[in-house]
């Protein structure tokens, strides 16, 4: 995991290389719980139905929008949610890291495991690998 982190820092991973497996033994290092809501990027939530069902929860932490599909303003706060808030939502803010902040799918993950657990299916983890390796071959990062 460590070696994993550090080369893909580097830039010397390419995800090509990197395969469903590596990527599900990344995701299971670190910390194993979720809360049910947690900020993973400045004004980016991931949690689960619990918190998206309680305004009063939204409201607190300022909550301006609920991702329903739709791209919002920059400057709004997000609360992406799935049912447990580790698989599908996680998998849309990794898309999201990894489209509109130019990180490899190594990177977006191991910045949102700094914050909160996650761990998108194998399906899923296998469409944020094609999504990575397009967005290297048309961006050239």
Known sequence: YNSLQ???????????????K?????????KRFGNHVDEVWPNLFIGDMSVANDRYSLWKLGVTHVL???HGKMHSRVFVHC??????????????????????????I?????RRWIFPNRGFLKQLCALDMKLRQFTGY
């Open 68 to 70: 329903n599909g739709a």
């Open 6 to 20: 550090t080369a893909s820092h580097n830039n010397a991973v390419c995800p090509a290389t990197l395969s469903v």
């Open 22 to 30: 590596d990527l599900v033994r990344v995701l299971y290092g670190g």
């Open 110 to 114: 191991n910045k949102v495991k700094e």
């Open 83 to 108: 049912a447990v808030g580790v698989s599908r939502s996680a998998s849309l803010v990794l898309a999201y890291l990894m489209i509109r902040h130019h990180y490899t799918l190594l990177e977006a």
